[in-house]
Each structure stands twice: as structure tokens, then as C-alpha cells.
């Protein structure tokens, strides 16, 4: 008899994100549910930042008792996992684009996500989706690269590199936007070019003088970010690659005769 391992039980959270969670048909039909917390605690992100989400705030919020949030969520961790997955839009739609195009499509929509609300950074990085959003784009994507020769790990591997790249353009966005430039930081590439000719040498650091002298930090990275240059340079980077290994994946015509 064939060696059956036992199936993983899924996290409270997850179970409810799905609509998995048993449902008593006895007693008054509950007050609150996960979809008002989390929408609860995205108004006080969107409003204060993340680091105003607690459960006692999104339970004033509510004007319940905290004690009353943990039959819907654990933790605030678990409700971190919610909130994230809630704010997701759908995905781009495949249409009639083709496979190249989608991925930078569905790229730079997930970067666009994470700037339009700078506290899903930090929840991003935290690990994959598990809520039926998060994964329906993960869906999305593999379902572009569905009539390529990649096996499924190759697939995965570029979805979680293509996540990845919005991650970190995002958080270079947000960092650099004006409202959040600190003393500590220059205001711009342009100025960041500007001090570091006051602070490389030729001798030292030949190569990066080269590029400050080649006028490498002019431009304003928000600027690129608009304007798609800057974004798109560094995802093309990816997609040539990306397109490089399908065609070594492919076989030849004189091999398929």
C-alpha cells in the first residue's frame, strides 16, 4: 500500500481567505467578518502607515473589543497576509498580447500596486501569496509562458524574478519620492551624481568615474519611472534573457526531423 502522507492543514487565515472556514448554522449570524478588519486596517495604512495597524487600533476603528478580532484573525501577522492579499487588483488580462509584452505588462503592473500603497512593501517581502488574489496573478503569468518549452520550476523562477524586479523598483521609487527625501539622502540622482564627483578619484574608483563624467546619474529616477525609460531598461534586461533561455529550450528544425 502506497505511502500517503497526510495533507498540510491551512493557516486559519488562509482557509478563511478562501472561504474554507466551516459555517454554524446555529446563533446570530456574526457581526464582523475578515473582509470589514481588513478593510478596517487598509484605511488606517492608507491613512498613518503600517505601523499604526494593530489590533487594537483596527478594533477601535470597528468599535469592538480586540478580544473580538482573534475569532477572524490570530495575529497581526495573519491579518498582514489578508490585508495584502485584499488590496490586489485582478491582473492584467492576457488579450491579444503577446507573451513579451504581458510580462512587462504584468511587471509593471505589480510595480504600480506597490507604489500606490508604499505599506504593501514591507508585507511583499514577507513571502509568497496564498490568498486567491495573489495567487490569480502568479495564475496570470504562468499562463503566458503556458506554449513555451520551459519546464513548471523554470516558470515559477521567472515569475518570482519578475516579482523581484517590481519589489525592488518600487521600494527606489517610493524611497526617492519628495515628500519622503530626508536630510540624509539627495533629493535626486542628479545630486547624487554631483557628490559623488566631489568624492571619487580616478585612481580609486576609475570605472565609477567614468560613468559620473559620462553624466550616468542625471536624469531623476521618478523622472524614469513616468516617463517608462528607466523601468523598462532594467525589465528589457530581463526579458532578453527570459527570451534567451526559451530559445535554447526550443528545439531546432533539424532536431524535431
Known amino acids: ?22 459555517v454554524s448554522r446555529r446563533g446570530p449570524k456574526p457581526s464582523l ?17 503600517l505601523s499604526s495597524v494593530s489590533m487594537s487600533s483596527v478594533a477601535a476603528r470597528l468599535g469592538v473589543a480586540p478580544m473580538s478580532l482573534y475569532r477572524y484573525v490570530g495575529s497581526k ?14 491582473p492584467p488580462p492576457l488579450g491579444d498580447l503577446s507573451r513579451r509584452e504581458y510580462l512587462y505588462a504584468w511587471t509593471k503592473a505589480n510595480a504600480d500596486l506597490l507604489v500606490s500603497r508604499p505599506w504593501t512593501l514591507s508585507i511583499a517581502r514577507g513571502g509568497p501569496p496564498m490568498g ?27 515569475a518570482t524574478t519578475l516579482s523581484g524586479y517590481a519589489l525592488s523598483q518600487a521600494s527606489l521609487i517610493i524611497a526617492l519620492a519628495p515628500e519622503r527625501v530626508g536630510p540624509h539622502l539627495p533629493p535626486s540622482s542628479t545630486v547624487y551624481g554631483e557628490l559623488l564627483a566631489e568624492l571619487v578619484d ?4 576609475p570605472a565609477l568615474t567614468r560613468a559620473v563624467r559620462g553624466q550616468a546619474f542625471v536624469a531623476d529616477p521618478s523622472d524614469w519611472y513616468g516617463q517608462d525609460t528607466d523601468f523598462r531598461f532594467g525589465l528589457d534586461l530581463l526579458l532578453d534573457g527570459i527570451e534567451a533561455l526559451i530559445a535554447r529550450r526550443t528545439p531546432s528544425a533539424d532536431t524535431r526531423t
Open 77 to 90: 501577522d495573519e491579518l498582514l497576509v489578508a490585508m495584502l492579499d485584499a488590496v490586489s487588483e485582478e
Open 202 to 205: 580616478e585612481e580609486s574608483y
Open 1 to 22: 500500500m502506497a505511502d500517503e502522507r497526510a495533507r498540510p492543514e491551512l493557516p486559519p487565515v488562509v482557509a478563511r481567505m478562501w472561504g474554507r472556514e466551516p
Open 33 to 49: 467578518d475578515l473582509a470589514r478588519i481588513t478593510t478596517a486596517a487598509m484605511e488606517i495604512a492608507d491613512a498613518e502607515g
Open 132 to 158: 486567491p488574489r495573489g495567487l490569480r496573478w502568479l495564475d496570470r503569468l504562468l499562463a503566458a509562458l503556458a506554449d513555451t518549452p520551459l519546464h513548471e520550476g523554470e516558470k515559477i523562477g521567472i
